[in-house]
């Protein structure tokens, strides 16, 4: 019990999986919404079964989440369920990764309360029904804490890296890791993380024309005040004071996604657990860094998820501490808390977005029939629709015209308030129809 209790060694990591793995699977097969980059991931995945696998490497999407989409596919599995398995696997997988971490820095009881906690938290039960590779890449997260040999350690470095970008800030706080080892051991755990790192790299390269980490550089240093800047080191050079500000507001605004995503229940045994216990530093210390700079320059409460499970080893330490003052009631209140969690974690929020979304995709594929190309920041509705998603980058009308007469799509799905005044349509695009009782509006483009 987290809060208090006697348990026979290895019972409680074994409950954990066993409602880790019911309560991922009723959240799948309650069909969640599709997050907006689903559909580009399974597209990826697609391209790879269909032998493309420069282009996917050298992609804007990391690599490795399609890969093992892919893998799945490739079982008989439908598209679709192979993404959320995919991710139902890797947050399981985390499960016992996460035990082991905790068991090392703060002991037996505090692994189990974490694992516990784990099994049933919210964000990480959500991100195991996506079609995203936040759980993948909190999982490899783990695996490197929990990795002792160097050369395992930069492999699982590497393959963070191709699970999210961000994944390669691992390579320069593992040889910090490693700074009082022998230089062999450095230069193993550089060599194995660049080893597995490099066809992406390469591949980027050979698709873009420059060296970079990712594609999504040129979009960050556009936010960031430096546009046409392909990459970050070019961004940083041409105004390194408009990186440092972006970089200052976002890494504020992502220390309030980590705290939501944590979830406020479990936000003072977190704190109690900080200040309680130092072992419990080490994991901080990691989630810090990732939020003060690579996920301070693009922030997200999505991003957040990897590092939710870093949060729980001080959170576990401090429902111990307070599970000891509340006494004859710990019991009571782990009941009480385990069933918020799983109310939580089993809710569907935004009901309405999925309703909408469902009644757009079935407007356009009764309209005008499947393989459409629609031009919509959100690609859900054309995978719903079994079409060809374009999206636009930017909500602009201008720019999804031109997008669409570039690709020579006739339909075009906007919000009536991203059409501003003195905006109006052109003479080639007719609103057809208003779906959603009129939050959203169809146009025809072209003949």
Not at 137 to 150: E, F, N, T
Request: proline share 8%; glycine share 10%; with cysteine.
């Amino acid at each position: 019990m987290p809060l208090g209790g006697k348990l026979r060694p290895g019972a409680p990591l074994a409950a954990a999986l066993a409602a880790g793995l019911v309560l991922r699977v009723v959240r799948l097969l309650r069909d969640p919404l599709m997050h907006p980059d689903g559909p580009a991931y399974l597209e990826l995945a697609s391209a790879l079964l269909r032998g493309k696998v420069l282009a996917v490497l050298g992609g804007y999407y990391s690599p490795l989440y399609p890969a093992a989409v892919a893998g799945l596919a490739a079982t008989g599995l439908r598209l679709e369920l192979a993404g959320r398995a995919t991710a139902l696997l890797a947050g399981l997988a985390a499960l016992p990764l996460l035990h082991q971490l905790v068991r090392r820095c703060a002991g037996e009881r505090a692994a189990d309360a974490a694992v516990l906690v784990a099994a049933v938290h919210p964000a990480l039960v959500k991100a195991s029904a996506q079609v995203l590779p936040e759980t993948l890449a909190g999982a490899l997260l783990l695996a490197w804490l929990v990795a002792r040999r160097a050369g395992v350690a930069g492999g699982l470095a590497g393959g963070a890296y191709l699970a999210r970008p961000e994944g390669v800030l691992l390579l320069p706080l593992g040889l910090w890791r490693l700074r009082r080892a022998r230089l062999r051991a450095l230069v193993l755990y550089a060599g194995a993380a660049v080893a597995v790192m490099a066809p992406a790299l390469i591949a980027l390269r050979a698709e873009t024309g420059h060296w970079q980490l990712s594609p999504r550089e040129a979009r960050v240093a556009l936010l960031s005040g430096v546009p046409g800047a392909t990459t970050l080191a070019e961004a940083a050079l041409r105004n390194p004071a408009a990186l440092l500000a972006r970089m200052a507001e976002g890494m504020a605004r992502q220390v309030l996604y980590d705290a939501t995503e944590l979830g406020p229940l479990l936000a003072i045994p977190f704190l109690l657990g900080v200040g309680a216990a130092r072992e419990t530093r080490g994991p901080l210390a990691v989630a810090a860094w990732f939020t003060a700079l690579p996920l301070a320059l693009n922030p997200s409460p999505r991003y957040a998820v990897p590092l939710v499970p870093l949060l729980l080893p001080a959170t576990a330490v401090g429902l111990l501490a307070l599970g000891e003052r509340l006494g004859r009631h710990a019991r009571v209140a782990t009941a009480a808390l385990g069933v918020a969690l799983v109310v939580q974690a089993l809710w569907v929020s935004h009901p309405f977005d999925a309703a909408c979304s469902r009644e757009v995709s079935r407007l356009v594929l009764e309209r005008y029939g499947p393989g459409q190309a629609l031009v919509a920041v959100d690609g859900r509705f054309a995978y719903g629709a079994h079409g060809r998603a374009l999206v636009p980058p930017t909500a602009d009308p201008e720019d999804a015209l031109a997008l669409a007469r570039r690709s020579g799509a006739h339909l075009w799905l906007t919000r009536p308030a991203w059409i501003r005044p003195p905006w109006t349509p052109p003479a080639d695009a007719h609103a057809v129809a208003r779906p959603c009782g009129g939050t959203f509006v169809l146009f025809e483009v072209g003949g």
